[in-house]
């Protein structure tokens, strides 16, 4: 498979007051190939959404490169990052706020395309209804606010918007999180289907695991900025390597009264550091059963250990 | 009388004065001593630099001079014993009294006299008031100008008691200037002690000679007075102490006097009214000095060089109605330069021996108008004035109603431009205007303290007027000996400047209206002395 | 068994500027001694305005207790005085909230927030309640609870404060314990903390739960009954095996169908629920369902369905439980 | 002399070229316009604002002297306007909708509608003479600044726009605070209103009353301008005015200045208070 | 609840159409499916967020209230100046300070609010006055908006280095008093309504810039601004577009709130002598005039404050109207 994007130890610093230095995505290496669907997984703050924006261009990386179709893009650049913003798009978790509420549906879906020139006006109107029926609303839903509609609704708005400049890739950041249960199904359905039709590229961040495992084809799972755990959605449940995914994939409580009954039960204990000026070493040392000197002293770096399988933990070699 | 007077009457709570409150306004609670509303604070209480008329109100009563002014302005000797008048009137010789002290203990003396004046003359000091001496002075201007030593200045002592002063000219005013503040004696060991920067900046920094001391100064709010116990006449002070406030708002004066808090406030017009509806004991007097517009006559494309439009300006004002409607504090219409106060020749006042001389008439003032505007060949357009003015309420006031009388009586459309005291002088002296509304105060009691202001030379002479006849008439004046003669000169020339030439048109002589508790006695108030408590009787 | 809290066809409205809002139309449900009860349901389902109008926290007006009773521990609680109802909080009930991060008080030390309820209504010294701040924050397994009882709540984390909130509700011992989405914001691992936790309290204290969630792991995992909400009624209410293994109404069968499982396929085609629930401003004539429901029948849509028996101790209010339904030509939910 | 209208004060007598020369040396008035400002800056940054013209005093000394007075004032008036503010903002906040609410947020709003120097004139009339002619005592005393019944009026006059904003903003914080969870919290704990109240929601509501502390300090010291002249108060707005009236730079300067330093102090002081009432502002860093 | 049966009814409640002897007929049972249609249907008009606040300002009674108020005031400002009989500078000097309903000595019209200490009439001056203060009033507030806005919208915005130099600026400006500001200027520039307007604003629009970038902060993390980012926006584009309209109603209350500070403000430098140049009127002159006469006069002072309080009521209530419209907490 060709690879879509390319990160290459990129990293991501907030400044966030005088010496303080907060370590959002640390020297991430990954690659997303063409048409499938990579899922990011990990505790909220972990640096799943920055990873996501910075993807997308949204807030330049730190440090380290990022190439798209073979080719750098430098998104300080801003003509790089216009070329760039028609090829990827994002579709955000709440769906109440990543709607302006002063423009109507219609304008808000046009307004890619408007930025980008994107056919004559009347032709991107028609553009815009039959967007709106992609998604499952009707095109008399062009002319409200958002405020009109529930948050499923919403979603779908948000999800027209990232289409209409027909993207290739598009980073879902957590798009389930904020809705019901009910209407959760409708939106995983609706971006599976749309995949299935126009070969999209996702990356796909959640915390429910459940659902990265039934969209996602290889699976990221992050912690305090780091990722240490990547391999196919299979293999990371079938043989789950990093001590942090065990504890996150026993913590999910399984909807069905008898499994999670006889469900042993291994709580971590202790919380997450905080990302400001973190400390070397593992960032989940002081929750690691396994724990040792080396772990605090010593960064583990992501290692393939099992074919396509890549891992930080110095307990695997 | 009004319900108001009627409670605070019934209501007067114990104090000794009660009973003979005749109004029901008692005035504040404190025996033997008066609070007077001084309206401002005194910016320089040093004899030799100070210029205003609040410092000259506390500086009266705490300096003594050669002479001073009883309560009907006229000069009476304070510390000259004896004087001797030379035959050309130009050299007086005095002879002091030997009882008086300065609050540092040190007896007055010629020689504090002589300090004085040769201090006022010399650049370093930066008197304001310095040309009322070195004008006057023997070799004064030399002095001034650092070509004649200090020394050769027309001031002596003979000896510590004797003093002999000579001017340039005979002045028939000169008894006049030795009470006026300039001509006040400075203790030379404490102005140097003290140092001339500070000289005179708080009450310990100020030496002084006179009926009262300061005893308590709080800048900006109010400066207290008390008999001095030094004094070598005691007798003459009319009350143990005298607080003076200062205060700005007209209002808030109107509301301390009927609560209590104070025993004399100046009234605006409309306070006047009011006081006297609410029973008020309302006194007045005129205060010598005039408002007057003085046209800028180099404002050729206005048409203001003509003499028949300027007066057409000034005849169109009805006066008589500002004062009456407006004013209502007792200020007269003017009907001349010189205020009717000022002392002529032969004891009989300048003003009544000069006549009327200007006055409201509407028809004239239309057909010099139009009148003028044939002669410069201008149009009644062209006339866009500005009206300079003083930002005051008062000022905005006046020009507003004259600004209505152009308007109805000679059509014309005035604009009027207020502006800070200090800004109108500055566009003054920089020619930056085309009338002002401009007042003057008199520096000595003398008809030239009005006249010579508009020779072609003078500093104050804004609107550029000059008619060398005029200059002569004053030149003249200047240097007649004898009274009679010389009052017609400057009666000449006033009618000149006013009337034919209309360079200056005078609007009122200004009064001033006073509320006064029932406590208040003793108290001199007049157009030279804005308050004086030392001629009790 | 005793029985903590009863209610009866409580019925709660908002006066709102757009009109009235039908929060909670008919709900019944009693919890007994020790046991958790969760109630589930959609977001907007009236959840939470049930939860507050046992404890009378909603605001009133606008809100309205228009029908029903509550019965606390035989108490009756829709005609409790304010003054009466200051005694039963805390005391008898207590509650926490869903946002740790915004449930305290950011200006008031958590030992201060924990102490200010046990002297006012245990009436004990603030030193013994100091002592016995710090021992219920050790209970809820807070470490340095001494120095941690000084602290203010920005300086918890998340977790950390959530079970402060647990300490300050179990403060005074209340019958009932009402713990509205208490893991909702909280990460998984942490949420784990938590619902080990209070497993551990019911356990400990035989404290009755009400446990509100839109959770069904945390429901597997937690509760003994389950009421499910929907559109502002009880739809269906049994034993957690009843609601999941045998569930009445077609709402709960298509919720457990509607999400993946760790063994979902990724062929499989979830089971979505079209549509969106019902606006409560007008709430619809029949079922609140009808609208979104694969197997709306005619009657469904004109008229509410009364509650059925599905078995012992388990209801659902569905047409398709009436003794004179047809039954199933092709069986589409449970297909 | 020259006159001025009905004030017969300031003599402005155009003086002989000598004696302009002799007072601009005097003065420092000789020097290049430039070199003046370097002069005054420099001399600014030591403290010294130079010499007020007509009275020849330093402005440090005159603001020294009036500014206590102007403080006190101040102090007053603020303390008057967030005790009553605070005060009116929770109880219209409490009793959200009942008549207690309108009224004070009528009385409110009519504060922030009487511009100050109609309230102070009319304040003095009838709460000052009025008052006293009715009841022969003077309960506050019309004009001064000495005994405490003299500083009631003019603190109040000037406090009283103020409180209006202070109430406004506290009623809308407070029934901002009141709808957020913790009172939640503390209602289910079983608290009283009262307690709820007072040991729960003002400490949370005063916050962004704080923040507005600095402007707020502004409009005092500014409304000051008005009431002391009214009330004849030796303050520096007092002084101000009559700066302003006769166009003494140096002290509208050294005024400026100083209220522009005072301004940035007070704001640094709301600062601190800031950091103080909310535990989550450490004074190093901002917001967590 | 004890019924051995499965499907027992427990209560039934309700009137069933069909329900004729107990019964329920089978075609009650009719299965009709889930209905595609009413489930995406939007049950409310389609309103925009401003005609939505709109309509909840017009079923305010205390805001519609001060609308009328207002408009009234505007438009005798723009009238009543016209249709009076005298001017706002004709004066009668011998009929001074009459009370309200004074027929004049010469003409004999009736002088409705009476005549001040010139003997003009107050009712013309009064609306004449209401022309100036409002036009200041409203200009000044237009200005600052219109300044504050783009500043803060940039400062906001760009963040940053700029966003610190920028409001370095506005507070050092903010840090002095703005009437000192005013005060100053007023004295070195002639002295007029555009001189005032000016005077003003080069002040007055620091409280707005703030005001904006303390939203457009807020606003720009917010996931529709980054959404626009994203899709290639330029900041223009999402300052224009994006972050303006969504401060629109905060500015709007903040003019409403800001009329009346430039109406007191004027009436102050009236009172100081430094407002606009006699006989042209304005309320703050008025005030000020009626201020010394107001011991016997008090007619006077009344009707002007009165006008000057009812005003900045009006706003005033509307502001806080308009903000509880606008408040998207209120909202649902
Ligand atoms: N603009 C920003 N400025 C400063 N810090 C930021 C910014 N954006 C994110 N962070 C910090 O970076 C860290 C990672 O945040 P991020 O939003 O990427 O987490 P996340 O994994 O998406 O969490 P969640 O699951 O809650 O969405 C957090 O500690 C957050 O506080
Ligand atoms: N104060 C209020 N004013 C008006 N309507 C309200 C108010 N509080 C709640 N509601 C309405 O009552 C209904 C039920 O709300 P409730 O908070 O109980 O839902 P919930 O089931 O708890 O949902 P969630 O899962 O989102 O917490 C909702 O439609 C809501 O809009
Ligand atoms: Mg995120
Ligand atoms: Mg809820």
């Known amino acids: ?317 | 009388s009004s319900s108001g007077d009627k409670k605070a009457e019934g209501t007067s709570d114990g104090g000794a004065k009660t009973e003979t409150s005749s109004t029901g306004f008692a005035g504040t609670p404190e025996e033997d001593s008066y609070t007077i509303d001084l309206r401002a604070e005194p910016p320089e209480l040093n004899s030799m630099l100070t210029t205003d008329v609040a410092s000259g109100d506390i500086l009266r009563m705490v300096m003594s001079g050669l002479y001073k002014l009883d309560e009907n302005d006229k000069p009476v000797p304070d510390l000259a014993e004896e004087t001797t008048v030379s035959d050309d009137k130009r050299t007086y010789t005095m002879k002091l009294r030997q009882d008086a002290k300065w609050t540092n203990g040190e007896p007055v003396t010629a020689n504090d006299f002589v300090f004085a004046y040769q201090a006022v003359c010399n650049k370093e000091t930066a008197s304001s008031y310095a040309f009322i001496i070195y004008d006057n002075l023997l070799n004064g201007k030399e002095v001034y100008e650092g070509t004649k030593d200090p020394s050769e200045l027309g001031v002596k002592a003979i000896d510590d008691y004797t003093l002999e002063v000579t001017f340039v000219n005979p002045i028939p005013y000169a008894e006049h200037l030795f009470s006026f503040s300039t001509y006040y004696p400075v203790n030379q060991k404490a102005y140097e002690e003290i140092g001339a920067e500070h000289y005179g900046d708080e009450m310990d920094q100020l030496v002084t000679n006179g009926a009262y001391t300061i005893s308590e100064w709080v800048h900006n709010d109010h400066i207290t007075l008390t008999a001095n116990e030094d004094f070598y006449d005691p007798d003459r002070v009319a009350v143990k102490t005298v607080r003076y406030n200062m205060m700005n708002d007209s209002n808030a004066r109107m509301n301390a006097f009927q609560a209590g808090q104070i025993d004399c406030i100046n009234l605006t017009g409309d306070q006047t009214v009011q006081a006297e509806s609410l029973g008020i004991h309302v006194e007045n007097y005129v205060n010598n000095s005039n408002w007057y517009i003085q046209f800028n006559t180099k404002k050729t494309d206005k048409g203001l060089d003509n003499a028949n439009i300027r007066r057409a300006l000034g005849l169109a004002l009805d006066t008589q109605s500002l004062c009456d409607n407006i004013l209502k504090d007792g200020s007269v219409p003017a009907t001349g330069l010189v205020p009717t106060g000022i002392a002529g020749a032969n004891d009989v006042l300048y003003r009544e021996a000069a006549g009327d001389i200007t006055g409201y008439n509407a028809e004239e003032a239309k057909k010099a108008l139009e009148k003028g505007l044939q002669e410069t060949g201008l149009k009644a357009e062209d006339l866009k004035l500005s009206f300079l003015c003083d930002d005051t309420d008062g000022a905005q006031r006046d020009a507003q109603f004259m600004q209505e009388q152009w308007k109805s009586v000679l059509g014309l459309n005035v604009e009027i431009t207020p502006q800070p005291f200090k800004s109108r002088l500055a566009s003054m002296n920089s020619g930056d205007f085309d009338m002002v509304y401009a007042g003057w105060a008199p520096d000595y009691n003398d008809a030239m303290t009005f006249l010579d202001l508009f020779t072609t030379t003078n500093g104050n002479n804004y609107g550029k007027y000059s008619n060398t006849e005029y200059d002569k008439l004053i030149a003249d004046a200047m240097v007649e000996a004898d009274p009679a003669a010389r009052q017609d000169l400057l009666v000449k020339a006033e009618t000149l400047v006013t009337q034919t030439d209309a360079a200056v048109y005078p609007i009122y002589f200004s009064a001033v209206s006073y509320a006064v508790s029932d406590k208040v006695q003793n108290m001199t108030r007049t157009g030279f002395q804005e308050f004086d408590f030392t001629d009790a009787k | 068994m005793e029985e903590i809290l009863k209610i009866d066809n409580l019925h709660v409205s908002f006066d709102t500027y757009a009109g009235e809002v039908h929060a909670v139309r008919g709900v019944s449900l009693e919890v007994n001694k020790g046991e958790v009860l969760a109630i589930v349901g959609e977001s907007g389902c009236g959840k939470s305005v049930t939860a507050q109008t046992i404890m009378k926290l909603n605001p009133m007006p606008p809100a309205r207790i228009k029908e029903g009773s509550i019965k606390l521990c035989g108490k009756d609680i829709v005609a409790a005085s304010e003054k009466e109802m200051q005694d039963i909080r805390g005391q008898m009930v207590s509650m926490i909230f869903q946002d740790p991060m915004t449930c305290m008080n950011p200006t008031m030390r958590v030992g201060k927030q924990l102490t200010e309820t046990l002297v006012n209504k245990k009436k004990i010294s603030k030193a013994d309640a100091e002592k016995e701040a710090v021992r219920l924050l050790q209970m809820v397994q807070i470490p340095n609870a001494e120095e941690r009882a000084k602290q203010y709540p920005h300086e918890f984390s998340g977790g950390m404060r959530q079970r402060a909130m647990i300490a300050m509700a179990l403060a005074c011992n209340p019958q009932l314990l009402i713990a509205d989405e208490p893991t909702t914001a909280l990460d998984v691992t942490i949420q784990a903390q938590i619902m080990q936790l209070m497993g551990k309290i019911k356990d400990d204290t035989k404290t009755a739960i009400i446990l509100i969630t839109h959770d069904l792991g945390v429901v597997a995992n937690l509760a003994d009954h389950v009421a499910v909400m929907y559109a502002g009624k009880v739809v269906e209410k049994g034993t957690v095996r009843d609601i999941f293994y045998n569930p009445g109404h077609p709402y709960t069968k298509a919720l457990l169908k509607s999400l993946p499982t760790i063994d979902t396929k990724k062929e499989e085609q979830l089971v979505s629920i079209p549509g969106t629930p019902p606006d409560l401003y007008a709430p619809p004539q029949g079922c609140g369902f009808a609208s979104r429901c694969e197997c709306c029948m005619k009657i469904c849509r004109s008229n509410q369905p009364p509650v059925f028996q599905v078995s012992e101790g388990h209801t659902a209010s569905c047409w398709r439980l009436h003794p004179d339904f047809p039954g199933d030509k092709e069986e589409k939910v449970n297909g | 002399m020259q006159l001025l209208p009905g004030e017969p004060f300031t003599a402005g007598k155009a003086l002989p070229d000598s004696v302009m020369q002799a007072l601009e040396k005097k003065y420092g008035l000789d020097k290049p316009v430039l070199q003046q400002l370097f002069i005054y800056i420099g001399n600014a940054l030591r403290g010294d604002f130079g010499i007020s013209i007509p009275d020849g005093r330093a402005v440090t000394d005159v603001i020294a002297e009036a500014f206590p007075v102007s403080f006190s004032l101040g102090i007053r008036a603020l303390l008057f306007a967030f005790i009553m503010g605070i005060l009116l903002g929770v109880v219209a906040a409490v009793k959200r909708g009942t008549v207690w609410d309108s009224a004070a947020m009528f009385f409110a709003l009519v504060g922030v509608s009487v511009p100050s120097f109609i309230m102070g004139a009319v304040l003095q009339y009838f709460l000052g003479l009025k008052l006293y002619q009715a009841t022969g005592v003077q309960v506050f005393a019309v004009i001064g600044w000495s005994d405490f019944n003299s500083k009631i009026l003019p603190a109040f006059a000037l406090a009283f726009g103020s409180m209006a904003t202070v109430s406004r903003l506290m009623r809308t914080s407070m029934l901002d605070v009141l709808s957020q969870d913790y009172i939640k919290t503390a209602k289910a704990k079983g608290l009283s209103q009262r307690q709820i109240v007072w040991k729960h929601a003002v400490r949370n509501a005063v916050m962004p009353v704080v923040t507005v502390m600095g402007p707020l300090v502004a409009a005092v010291l500014t409304g000051a301008f008005v009431v002391e002249n009214i009330f004849s108060i030796p303050g520096l707005g007092k002084y101000f005015v009559t700066s302003v009236q006769t166009l003494n730079y140096t002290m509208i300067a050294g005024t400026t200045v100083f209220y522009g330093m005072f301004l940035i102090l007070a704001n640094l002081v709301v600062d601190l208070i800031y950091g103080f009432i909310d535990p989550r502002i450490k004074l190093t860093g901002g917001k967590e | 609840m004890r019924k051995k049966n499965n499907k027992t009814t427990v209560q039934t409640e309700q009137y069933t159409p069909y329900d004729v002897s107990g019964k329920i007929s089978s075609d009650a049972f009719e299965v009709l499916g889930a209905d595609a249609k009413s489930m995406e249907s939007l049950a409310r008009p389609s309103v925009s967020f401003m005609k939505d606040a709109w309509n909840r300002i017009r079923k305010s009674r205390v805001a519609v209230i001060c609308m009328i108020i207002l408009g009234l005031i505007i438009l005798g400002a723009i009238f009543c100046p016209m249709l009076t009989p005298f001017s706002y500078s004709e004066q009668n000097v011998a009929f001074q300070n009459k009370p309200i309903m004074s027929p004049d000595s010469v003409t004999g019209q009736m002088h409705i609010f009476g005549t001040d200490a010139l003997g003009r009439d107050v009712f013309s001056r009064v609306w004449y006055g209401a022309r100036v203060s409002l036009t200041v009033a409203i200009a000044v507030a237009l200005i600052d908006c219109l300044v504050g806005v783009i500043y803060g919208g940039i400062s906001g915005y760009f963040g940053g280095a700029v966003d610190n130099v920028m409001m370095r600026i506005v507070e050092i400006i903010s840090g002095i008093p703005y009437l000192i500001i005013v005060i100053l200027l007023m004295t070195v520039m002639e002295r007029g309504l555009g001189t005032i307007i000016v005077a003003y604003s080069l002040t007055g629009w620091t409280g707005m810039a703030r005001l904006v970038r303390g939203q457009v902060v807020g606003l720009k993390e917010q996931e529709f601004v980054i959404a626009a980012k994203s899709m290639g926006a330029s900041p223009a584009r999402i300052i224009g577009k994006h972050l303006v309209p969504n401060v629109l109603s905060v500015i709007i209350v903040n003019i409403t709130l800001d009329i009346p500070n430039v109406i007191f403000t004027e009436a102050f430098l009236s009172m100081l002598g430094l407002g606009i140049a006699p006989p042209k009127s304005s309320w703050g002159i008025m005030a000020n005039d009626a201020i010394k006469v107001f011991q016997m006069f008090p007619t006077q002072l009344v009707i002007v404050a009165l006008f000057i309080c009812v005003t900045m009521l009006s706003f005033n209530l509307l502001g806080d109207q308009l903000r509880d419209a606008f408040d998207p907490k209120l909202r649902r």
């Not at chain 1, 063409?34 to 924006?53: F, I, M, P």
């Not at chain 1, 750098?72 to 955000?92: E, G, M, P, W």
């Not at chain 1, 109507?104 to 980008?116: D, F, K, L, N, R």
């Not at chain 1, 126009?198 to 990265?212: E, K, P, R, S």
């Open chain 1, 1 to 317: 498979m060709d690879k879509l994007v390319t990160l290459d130890h990129v990293s991501k610093h907030f400044h966030v007051g005088k010496g303080k230095n907060l370590v959002a995505v640390n020297d991430i290496s990954l690659d997303i190939y063409k048409g499938e669907t990579l899922g990011v997984v990990g505790e909220s703050g972990c640096g799943k959404s920055t990873l996501g924006r910075v993807v997308m261009g949204i807030y330049p990386a730190t440090s380290g490169k990022m190439l798209y179709n073979g080719k750098q893009v430098n998104l300080r650049h801003t003509k790089d990052r216009y070329v760039y913003s028609q090829k990827a798009q994002i579709i955000f978790q709440d769906p109440y706020a990543s709607l302006n509420p002063r423009m109507t549906v219609g304008s808000i879906i046009a307004e890619g395309m408007e930025i980008h020139n994107m056919y004559d006006k009347e032709k991107r109107m028609q553009r815009v209804y039959e967007l709106l029926e992609t998604v499952g609303l009707n095109r008399e839903h062009a002319n409200r606010f958002p405020h009109e509609f529930s948050g499923g609704q919403r979603q779908r708005i948000g999800i027209a918007r990232a289409l209409a400049v027909e993207p290739e890739f598009i980073v879902c950041d957590e798009p389930i999180s904020a809705l019901d249960v009910s209407i959760q199904s409708q939106i995983i359905n609706l971006l599976k289907d749309l995949q299935a039709e126009h070969g999209f590229t996702y990356m796909f961040i959640a915390h429910d695991l459940n659902i990265v495992k039934y969209i996602s084809d290889r699976i990221a799972v992050m912690y305090l900025g780091n990722l240490v755990e990547l391999a196919d959605s299979d293999e990371i449940y079938a043989h789950t390597l990093h001590p942090y995914s065990q504890a996150l994939l026993a913590s999910v409580p399984i909807p069905d009264p008898d499994k999670e009954a006889q469900k042993e039960s291994s709580v971590l204990s202790g919380d997450v550091p905080s990302p400001i000026n973190p400390k070397p070493g593992c960032p989940f040392a002081n929750r690691c059963k396994h724990a040792t000197e080396r772990c605090k002293m010593e960064s583990p770096k992501l290692q393939e250990v099992r074919p396509g399988h890549f891992v930080a933990c110095h307990l695997h070699k």
